[in-house]
């Protein structure tokens, strides 16, 4: 199966080719997948070099002249090294971007803890207004990034390696009921789904699938836990209980519980493979199951 | 918001003194408050196509202040254009004023940018150069004004390196030089930006013909830098 990444360049090169208010901002990461768009529209396919803190204050100057700026590169040097351009040159300029990020918490484990950035949502959510969107399948991808782009708004597409075998029909908002219960609430993040049906067989819980986690589906959560009780647990592939404040803000009315589950914030100083570090943070199905079966066992869910 | 007052009667050069002591109280500035000043006059008086009622059009040319601390003269000139209200300067700096110490975008009209954090005008010059290039608006100039010990600032550098190879030539920076800078770039600030494919002149900064001069030289296929020298800051 291909990648999101895979379609990330060829789904933004149509984008460039049907609208012109449209711009690729690059800093070499992913430059090559450019080359065919940037021949046919050299203005709007813009790769600054090495220099983040540049590709995102230049995204701010396309904005402030009306494009619509797409930026990439790997997560780490897309939100947390040029943190401050993105607080300040989209934030308080009040102009939008749309931020799409690869590489994710540890989409490549033998280039370790530099290429990873499980904190990428959690520094976000230290910011006003932002959009962020996390694909399970690249046909998600594909979907969510044209969502993204519509707009003038800030927003976050998190590409990962990690994904779902199947896509399903998203409409860039909403959490999808997938499964429905009475003990619980699991609420998948994008590409955890896979292995959250896998643990939760048999577990009598509803699960919510998330690939819009802000703003937060605030509603589709109440709604849920109308049936299923309000014992709720996050699986999110970035930083464990990054949502947990949502959570706690939308059920701030009602006893509850939650557990966060997904990355663990100890830097493993692991190389390897994608699947050894899903199993050392606990997110494989047989980790996954034990935690939540423990959870909504020990749980007195109350219903609302 | 209303923009009559200004507008009711030209201010003039002479006027910018009193103008700034409407927020200050104080009748007599000190350089580090005015270094700007002549610089921000030319350029707004002589230099700059846009106007207060203009102030949205897509043509024309962006002045970005990328050095936002002490605003005062940069706030003067804004009034003694019409760009805002004289009667704003009173409230400098207070909880129900647009008028900050650091200038925000979104409370002052004709700002370009919000400013306060030193490094960030210069990246957003270049994509808004980028930008206006890439929606066919070939005449605006873009003009960002940096301090001399702002260029410590790594982003800059990533600015400058990438400015002149792309061929910016609409993109204009003016640095003013009140040999501030804790390390001096050695060899000048100037040859800093030429060795980075601009064009290049240090003037007085206090002299306004010799500021217009070189704010208009020709630079093609370059981004132009004007280091404008005025009296150093601890002197």
């Keep these: 199966m291909d990648t999101m990444r895979d379609r990330f360049a060829p789904v933004v090169s149509r984008m460039l080719d049907e609208d012109d208010r449209i711009a690729v901002v690059l800093a070499e990461i992913g430059a090559d997948g450019f080359r065919e768009a940037g021949r ?87 910011l006003d207004g932002w959009t962020v969107h996390v694909p399970g399948h690249p046909d998600e991808a594909e979907t969510l990034l044209h969502h993204a782009v519509t707009g003038d708004d800030k927003v976050y597409v998190r590409l990962s390696v990690q994904s779902n075998r199947q896509g399903r029909v998203i409409d860039g908002k909403r959490f999808l009921t997938v499964r429905e219960g009475l003990r619980g609430v699991v609420v998948a993040v994008g590409p955890m789904l896979d292995a959250v049906l896998a643990a939760t067989e048999g577990l009598d819980v509803t699960v919510l699938y998330a690939t819009t986690v802000r703003p937060f589906d605030t509603a589709g959560l109440r709604r849920a836990t109308r049936a299923a009780g309000t014992d709720v647990v996050l699986v999110e592939p970035y930083l464990a209980g990054t949502s947990a404040g949502e959570v706690n803000r939308a059920l701030s009315d009602i006893p509850h519980r939650v557990l966060g589950l997904g990355v663990a914030r100890r830097e493993l100083r692991r190389y390897g493979t994608v699947e050894e570090h899903v199993a050392a943070h606990g997110l494989e199905a047989r980790g996954l199951r034990e935690r939540i079966g423990r959870f909504v066992d020990t749980g007195r869910p109350v219903t609302v | 918001m209303t923009i009559t007052a200004a507008e009711n009667r030209a201010y003039d050069y002479d006027d910018l003194p009193a103008l700034m002591a409407r927020m200050t109280g104080d009748e007599k500035h000190g350089p580090a408050a005015t270094s700007t000043l002549d610089v921000l006059w030319v350029l707004y008086d002589r230099v700059l196509r846009v106007t207060p009622r203009g102030r949205d059009d897509p043509g024309r040319d962006r002045f970005l202040l990328s050095k936002g601390h002490g605003p005062m003269a940069y706030y003067a000139v804004l009034a003694a254009k019409g760009f805002l209200p004289v009667d704003w300067l009173p409230g400098f700096g207070s909880y129900d004023s647009p008028l900050g110490h650091h200038p925000d975008r979104v409370l002052v009209p004709g700002a370009e940018i919000g400013s306060g954090s030193l490094g960030h005008g210069l990246p957003i010059a270049v994509g808004t150069a980028l930008g206006l290039r890439a929606r066919g608006l070939h005449d605006p100039a873009v003009w960002v004004l940096t301090g001399d010990a702002e260029l410590d600032e790594g982003s800059n550098h990533e600015a400058i390196a990438f400015a002149g190879p792309a061929g910016l030539e609409r993109l204009h920076t003016v640095v003013i030089d009140n040999s501030s800078a804790r390390h001096a770039l050695p060899g000048g600030i100037a040859a800093r930006f030429q060795a980075a494919g601009w064009s290049a002149s240090t003037v007085d900064g206090r002299d306004h013909e010799a500021l217009y001069a070189a704010f208009t030289a020709p630079h093609p296929g370059r981004p132009h830098v004007v280091v404008a020298r005025v009296e150093p800051k601890n002197a």
């Design chain 1, 40 to 126: 046919r529209h050299p203005d709007r396919v813009i790769n600054v070099g090495i220099r983040e803190q540049l590709l995102v204050g230049a995204a701010a100057g396309l904005a402030l002249t009306g494009l619509r700026p797409v930026v990439h590169t790997f997560a780490s040097f897309l939100v947390e090294r040029p943190f401050e351009q993105v607080k300040l040159d989209l934030g308080h300029q009040d102009v939008g971007a749309v931020l799409v990020s690869a590489a994710a918490s540890f989409d490549w484990p033998s280039g370790g803890h530099t290429h990873m950035a499980p904190g990428d949502v959690a520094l976000l959510d230290t």
